[in-house]
Structure formats: C-alpha cells, structure tokens
C-alpha cells in the first residue's frame, strides 16, 4: 500500500511511505528557497513521484495532516513564509490587542490581505476565488473543497482516496513509528506544539503498534509563550525560538531570576494537564509590561528555565499515570533539545525518543503512518533520515561546465577521503552536498558544513564568514557511535542520531570539541552517526580521528542565515560561492578556492 502524506502549513512538506516504509519526504522551501514555505507542495509531490518512481496511479491513500478547516487566508497571503518581524509586531497592535483586550473588532486582516506585496505570490496553487464569492463562515469548507480539487487535478485520483487526519495523531504517529521502541511493551506518547485541531498537546498510551489517546489539552501553553517570547525579544516567531534557547544559557542567575519568577506565577502542571495560576489577559502584552526593562539574556534563561521545569513535572506525571518507562516525543515544543535533555533526567524514564524535525513537516510522514497503521499494514521504524533528492553527478558535471569552474578553482574528480581529512586536519572548512538530502530541519552529514570541532576559532570564523548569523548560536557535533560515551554524559545510553537532545559532555570533549558545544554551559546537542545509518560519512569521520585522535567533526547546516537548506548542486554552488568556505565536496568531486 502506498500512502501520500501531505502538511500545508509551516514547512509544506510531503511523504510517501510504502507498505509501511517510509520511502521519500522533503519540505516544499528545499525547492522554492522560500523560507518555511507554506501552502500546496506541488513540486515536492512531483519529485517525490520521480525520485521513488512511482506513479500518480499507485497511490492508495493522500492523507492530509489536519482535519478542521484551515484559514485560508494564512495561505493566499503565505504568513509565515512572507510575514517579517514588523508584520507580527503590527499583527498584535492591530489585530490581538482590539480583539483580546479592547473588545473591539478589526479589520487588520482585511486590509492586510489587499496589501500589493500579497498579490501575485509565486508557488501559488490554491484558487482563492471563493474568498470573494461566499460568506466568511464558509470559507474553510471552501477551502477543503478546493484542496481536494488540486490533489485530484495534480494526480489524476478519485477524491474518495483523499483522507483528512487530527493533526496531533499525525504527531504521535510519527514520535511512535519512526522509533526504534520495542512495540510489544507498553510506552508514552506525547506531542506538544502550539496549536491544532484544537489542541496543543496530546497524550497517548502505545502498545503493539497502535495508539490509543489519554488526553488532550488546550492549556499546554509553552510553545504560544515561547513563540511571543521570541517576538519580544526582536526576533521572528515560528522561526527563531532556537535563538532565544540558545541564548539562554548565558545569563547568570541573578540576571534569570526577575525574570523566571514572572513566567513562573502563570502557567502550572495539574496532574497530566496544565492550569493557570495566575491567568494573563494575553500572551503578549502581559508579559511585555512584565518583563519591560530586564535583560535580554536573563528573559531568555528564565523563559527556558521555566519550560524545563514545567515538561518534566508534567513528563513524570505522565509516565507515572500511564506505568510506563518509554517515551515519544514530537510537536514543535520537541524541538527544544534542552527541555529534551531535562525530560531525558527523570529517573523513571529508561527508553526516550525524539524524532528528527518535530515540526509541522513532520505530520506528512506521521499521517502516511497513521493511515497505515488503520489500513492494517505494520509499519517500519526509520533507519536514517536521508529521505529527500539525491544528487546525482550528471548534474555537478552540468555545474562545473555552466559556470566553468575548473577555470578559476581547483576541481579534484573522485576525491580520495584521505585528501579531504587533509584539507580538515589543515583547518579548511568544507561545505559536504552528497547523496540523498536529509528529511527536516537539521543537517546529518550530507547538506552540511564541516570542520575540526577543536579549534575554537571556528566558532567566529563560521558565524561572520559564512553562515552570517549570530555570534551566541552553538555548532554541533557529528561523533562516532563508539567515541559517544567519550565526549557525552548520557547514563541511559540514549540514542540521538537526529541532534533532538542535548547532553553535557566530559572534559575530553570540551577539549576535542571546544568548537562544537555551546561556550556557556558546554552542552551538545549530538548527532551520534552509525555505519549503518550513513557509511560514507562515518568513515569520513574515522579518517578524521585516525589522522587526529578526535572521533567528531563539527557540523552545521549548508546554507545562508535565512536560507534553507541546500538541495542540489546549484544551491551548494551558490553558498560557497557567497561565503567565506574553503572547499565543497559534490558527491565525489571536490572544488577547492585557490
């Protein structure tokens, strides 16, 4: 059986899975080199009907991951793709502030809509006509109807295989089959993120491959918080919150404690749900009247000190209710690796899984699932997260001979891994496009960019040459699978292959990888890499440790401050080309600055 799994919302993606495997997933941005692209992923759906050479015909199932009506003006005007941090600053002046506070109506979304830098936006593929032609209750029916439409004039299928799914079983679905958890034994499930269908976080008791839900809440409010939060602090909602995460460990206490004791007498646990203590009039105002003149840092530690604190009372609730000492985790709060590595502390919890990406992408692949797992088929954990375009050299020819690169760089054709451990032992920084594209929002190995994690004057050097972005954001490190209990401090032998938690790490590595943990508080959040899961890479790395004694390589993703990450060989060359990178390596071909 063969399932396409489809997520409009932020980071558009889709997924095919066959027979319980998954076999293709890729986010919609990795095409546009739009940022977070919303809306129909049209060109994902057509490479991934290429790259898996499957037909329109053989799907079974499109399975969409959310089963009340969308807003469809979010998607005419694609706001969070298009929205800048002014936009949401204006959105809460003019929009949430009348409506929460004021008891007023706005216009702010009308006028909004009719603004000229909405109009004609590319990669557009829903017809919003109906915007004009009905009445504003029945505009998500409408939508619906015209999301069905699109995927049957896209693939040619009747509209009795479209299917709409809860957005939070889609979560829940991918925490629980993409893990490795043994599914005879009873195990958690939780998902978290700020909003969907209704909810904000789900709980699910799993056994035996199926899920049965406990609970569901709309009063899990961190993700809504930590979103304003963000905004607050100058930075962009949807998009920035691993800023202010990564911000936080730099305050001292005395700078996090004013603000920490505000977050504090809000939001409380009430057995395995959430209830205010002391209810804010709203999300954002409130806590800017607040917070005003603490600082920055100290807002984001109190801000994570509080997440930390809050997840894992409720975490331990949860696990005690259901007498079960196996977790799954995902929704967009997952994405907090240091609220992961808190969670990962309880003493009860034994076997703890975060899938890659906990994001709304990731819903395409849990809906696939999901239908699967209704369909009767038993589905198959994820071995790797490589699941998007492969490069393939007839293409890097194409480059090389476009922009006549031998010309002006030194082009070596089937690089040995010894010559490139050597330009990586002489401090060169090398950006690695190779293979299969990596599913979400980390880079494993193949869309990365890589260095000695041991010179900490790569940290600078990466963040003002290359990746342009701010100078308190952490790098991380790809270590190998025997070198883990070396460098990380991790009891239980959790496994992170996808860089979802955040460990603290032994003198060895704050030596080793001085460039690849964060300065403050010397955590990493890891990617341990296995033979299985990527043998070209580990071996890159085991060359690397042969010449060096250091079982790790630093890694960050390919791409501009702002860009997604790279896909093919043109968007590597566009990188390189504007950033200060030494080398990039395109499958086996190695192109080196003079």
């Not at 991918?174 to 700020?194: L, Q």
């Not at 331990?316 to 992961?340: F, H, P, Q, W």
């Not at 296995?530 to 060096?548: C, M, P, S, V």
């Amino acid at each position: 059986m063969i399932v396409l799994g489809i997520n409009e919302n932020h980071n558009a993606t889709a997924a095919i899975i066959k027979d319980g495997e998954v076999l293709y997933a890729a986010s919609e941005e990795r095409i546009t080199r739009l940022k977070n692209d919303v809306g129909y992923p049209f060109q994902t759906i057509e490479h991934a009907l290429r790259e898996t050479g499957l037909a329109a015909l053989d799907i079974d199932y499109v399975a969409y991951t959310t089963a009340s009506p969308l807003n469809p003006i979010d998607f005419k005007i694609k706001r969070i793709t298009t929205f800048k941090i002014s936009d949401y600053v204006r959105e809460m002046h003019e929009y949430w502030k009348p409506l929460l506070l004021e008891n007023k109506p706005s216009s702010f979304w009308d006028n909004i809509v009719k603004e000229a830098r909405f109009q004609g936006i590319k990669n557009q593929y829903y017809d919003f006509n109906f915007l004009d032609k009905t009445p504003k209750k029945q505009w998500g029916d409408s939508f619906n109807r015209e999301r069905i439409r699109l995927t049957t004039e896209q693939l040619g299928i009747a509209p009795e295989k479209i299917v709409f799914q809860n957005h939070h079983l889609c979560h829940a679905s991918f925490a629980y089959h993409a893990s490795g958890i043994n599914k005879a034994k009873p195990a958690a499930v939780v998902t978290a993120d700020g909003w969907g269908d209704g909810e904000n976080a789900t709980i699910w008791l799993a056994k035996d491959g199926k899920l049965e839900k406990v609970h569901g809440t709309a009063m899990c409010n961190l993700a809504r918080i930590y979103r304003y939060i963000t905004l607050l602090l100058g930075m962009k909602p949807f998009e920035h919150e691993y800023k202010v995460m990564g911000l936080a460990p730099y305050a001292k206490d005395y700078i996090m404690e004013p603000a920490y004791t505000i977050f504090k007498e809000t939001l409380v646990v009430d057995g395995i749900d959430f209830k205010w203590h002391n209810k804010p009039s709203d999300l954002y105002f409130y806590f800017r009247e607040k917070l005003e003149g603490m600082r920055f840092d100290g807002i984001a530690a109190g801000l994570q000190k509080w997440t930390d604190e809050l997840v894992v009372e409720w975490m331990t609730n949860i696990l005690e209710r259901l007498r079960v000492d196996s977790l799954a985790y995902s929704g967009g709060l997952s994405m907090n690796v240091k609220t992961n590595q808190a969670i990962a502390g309880i003493p009860r919890l034994k076997h703890f899984f975060v899938p890659p990406s906990g994001g709304d992408e990731s819903t395409a692949i849990g809906v696939a699932y999901s239908i699967c797992t209704q369909q009767g088929i038993v589905t198959k954990p994820l071995a790797h997260g490589y699941l998007g375009y492969e490069l393939s050299d007839i293409e890097i020819k194409t480059l090389i001979e476009k922009y006549q690169i031998k010309q002006s760089y030194k082009v070596i054709d089937n690089v040995s891994t010894d010559e490139i451990v050597e330009l990586l032992t002489h401090n060169k920084i090398i950006a690695r496009c190779v293979g299969k594209m990596e599913f979400g929002a980390r880079a494993l190995g193949n869309r990365s960019i890589l260095c000695n994690p041991s010179h900490y004057d790569n940290v600078g050097l990466i963040n003002e040459k290359i990746k342009f972005r701010d100078f308190w954001m952490p790098f991380t490190p790809s270590i190998l699978d025997y070198r883990a209990d070396d460098y990380l401090v991790n009891p239980k032998h959790i496994s992170s292959p996808y860089m979802t938690i955040a460990f603290d790490t032994t003198p060895l590595a704050r030596e080793h990888l001085a460039a690849a943990i964060h300065p403050a508080d010397f955590t990493a959040r890891p990617q341990i890499v296995t033979q299985d899961a990527n043998a070209e890479y580990y071996g890159l790395i085991k060359k690397f440790e042969e010449k060096t004694g250091i079982g790790a390589l630093l890694n960050t993703s390919l791409n501009l401050h702002g860009e997604p990450i790279v896909r093919n060989a043109e968007d590597a060359w566009h990188t390189f080309t504007n950033s200060g990178l030494d080398a990039l390596l395109l499958n086996k071909t190695l192109i080196v600055k003079l």
